[in-house]
């Protein structure tokens, strides 16, 4: 049984960082490809990134390249998301996922960018 639960999310001002992290239970984590997504409000279900088992082959939404970064920590099973210079735009829920589709995922943790 697939079971993943983020933290990490919170209020911060506009150009600031966030760290989440996504903790993984009831499957062999380092066989499987993970996933962030994110739901602004009012918006769709939108895929951020993605890591591969062996953190050779990451992916970004474009919106994102260059401010966010992936990673992954197989021995702790846990999945990473350090997101830099922070924008409006960024507010969301994020999620992590463990299909390119985004069902099965955790609760989802808010993000919200605000001065």
């Known amino acids: 049984q697939v079971h993943l639960v983020e933290s990490g999310g919170a209020l911060v001002q506009p150009g600031g960082s966030l760290n989440l992290s996504c903790a993984a239970s009831?499957?062999?984590?380092?066989?499987?490809?993970m996933f962030w997504f994110r739901q602004a409000p009012g918006k769709g279900f939108e895929r951020v990134s993605g890591?591969?088992?062996?953190?050779?082959?990451?992916t970004y939404t474009d919106s994102v390249k260059g401010r966010f970064t992936v990673s992954r920590d197989n021995a702790k099973k846990t999945l990473y998301l350090q997101m830099n210079s922070l924008q409006s735009d960024d507010t969301a829920v994020y999620y992590c996922?463990?299909?390119?589709?985004?069902?099965?995922r955790g609760p989802g943790t808010q993000v919200t960018v605000s001065s």
């Open positions: 009831g499957f062999t984590f380092d066989i499987y490809w």
């Open positions: 890591i591969n088992p062996t953190s050779d082959s990451l």
């Open positions: 996922a463990r299909d390119t589709g985004g069902s099965m």
